[in-house]
């Protein structure tokens, strides 16, 4: 089949034997492990990953010609390529199928990263790890240290909901079409959320959902302090109070890139400590 990539689909198809390889070992596939391939395109990395003992391999893809060209040419009875969007599949569902934690791996289109990276989050509590090979400022924006122009939401939501690494940079001449942009692999293991790296106890009443819209909210204006953020966040006579709080006034004339993982937690709680 003559495969050319589509544009609209972001496809870049990663040619390079030796990042294929360094990849598959990377994302350290074990005995009975179940994994979710997102948009595998022509297979190149599927094969990769097939040689090691999975038990169920699930690739989830929405170019109708690539979902032939796996079947046709891959026979292992341990794969399944599923014609749908990654986007749009329930996780929860697919992990009650199946019985325990997915590993989720895939080379992600540069145009629906974030999204992607936002859905895992949201699903951590059935996913053990992911491996993604992303775009380079978006993997560099992940790992990010704080007072950087690079940190941000994604930065702080998932190095909370997880533990991000990034582990190596791939060229764009590995691919073909060539992007104008590098590549890096980046891993984040949902089972080493911050509660679990630093040892403390999840505070009574946590809200994760709250806990996110709290940090978009503080970052809405990034360069403002984070007094004019609370603003958006608390009614006026809320707001009153947080002022003058001994826990919360260090906080208000900083910014929201100026806070670690740990800061953002300890700062959210401190306002939801004085709503209640």
Known sequence: MDFKAKKSLGQNFLVDEKARIRIAEAANIEEGDIVIEIGPGTGLLTHELLKFPLQKLTAFEVDERAVA?????????????RSDDFLEVDIKKLHEEYGRKLKIIGN??????????FKLIDDREYISDATLLIQLEVAERLTAKPRTKEY??????????????????VKAGCFKPVPNVDSAL??????????????????????PKLFQRFVRTMFAMRRK??????????????????????????????????LDVAEFLKFYIAVEELQS
């Open 69 to 81: 060209l796996l079947n046709e040419e891959i026979h292992d009875d341990r794969i399944e390529v």
């Open 108 to 117: 992600i289109p540069y145009y629906i990263t974030s999204p992607i990276i």
């Open 152 to 169: 941000g939401i994604p930065t702080v939501l998932a190095n909370f909901f997880g533990e991000v690494k990034f582990l190596f940079k």
């Open 186 to 207: 980046i891993s984040i293991d949902f089972e080493k959320d911050h509660f679990t790296r630093s040892g403390s106890i999840v505070p009574p009443g946590f809200e």
């Open 225 to 258: 302090m984070l007094l004019n953020n609370l603003k958006n966040y608390l009614r006026n006579e809320e707001l009153k109070i947080m002022v003058t709080a001994p826990g919360i006034v260090p906080y208000l004339t900083m910014r929201a890139e100026e």
